[in-house]
């Protein structure tokens, strides 16, 4: 015989379970939730992070890449593997980053970047880039330190005029003064008495000087006055072997290389580049429509006046095509995954 009041508690029983296992249901629905909110929130996050450190060794290879006529030295790098640390730390691991470098189309360098933050997360950009078409040169007058001992001195008791502004109306205006390291932009700083110029690294002018050599026009060991190297027509590139007097005027269209010390104790013009790879001394008058490019020592004690001209370095680098350094641009980039 069954009771009312039983019956009564056996449907509240019933009740209270149904609703405290749909209390338990919605509590683990909302802890869940929760959780695979979180991860993905954190998965999102590591994987921007990878994505920063790929991006950040496309970054760094940009600062690796030297003006250069092509990606010849990239392309030699041991296993395609940009020369820093493998992998590099952003800024500290579990951030890092890794590149690797190919030939691209079209004489352009194929990069990949493969960076991984905290989980184990990985994304991976890819990067191409170019070598540009037009000669451009970072300033007028291009300091260096010296190859063998990697010292620069300077001396400015005369008249230095650098004037950035392109002669030829081009719309490309390049610093007035650079140098390839401190050294000399402290050396020269001090010289002037001025601040020192900003440093913008290598600017493979060196290593083109080792290209030219062998394909001179003229080799001279010394300098008669009067000399007259090339026209504007037809742009030369001189050698001068050891250290080279000049007395006199003399003028030169196309590229002057100097092995030894240039010392200037008449008139020198040049229309073009001048790589004077063991320093200048000008106690006469110096005049460069160009670029000019000096390493370990610049002593002035006469007149140098420097003026970029756009047309004039055109003409020189027509001269020996694929040989003078042109700088790096990133051309594209994408996110592979």
Known sequence: MLHHGSGQRGVMLASMMFALTLLLLLTSTLFLTTFLDGKAAANVTAGRGALFAAGAG??????????????ERELSWPNGEAPFARPAWFPAPPATYR?????????????????????????RVEAFFHREAEMRTGAVLILAEGRTDGRFSASMGGELAVDPRDSDGGDFTPLAV????????????????EPRPPVIGATG???ASDRLRPTADRRLATVPPGSRWGSRQAPEVVVLAGAADIDGDVSAFGMVIADGPIHVHGDFEVEGLLIATAGLVVDGRLVV????????LLDVSGTVRLTHSSGAIGRADATRPGTLPRRAFLGAWRELW
């Open 178 to 193: 650079a140098t390839e390291g401190r050294t000399a932009a402290s050396a020269f700083g001090e010289a002037r008495a």
């Open 99 to 123: 590149v690797k470098v190919a030939a691209g189309p079209a004489g352009s360098l194929r990069a990949i970047s493969e960076g991984t933050a905290a989980g184990g997360a990985r994304r």
């Open 289 to 296: 429509r160009g670029t000019t490019w000096v390493a370990g």
């Open 205 to 207: 002018f060196d290593e």
């Open 58 to 71: 496309i970054e760094h290879l940009c600062w690796a890449l030297r003006p250069a006529p092509g990606f």
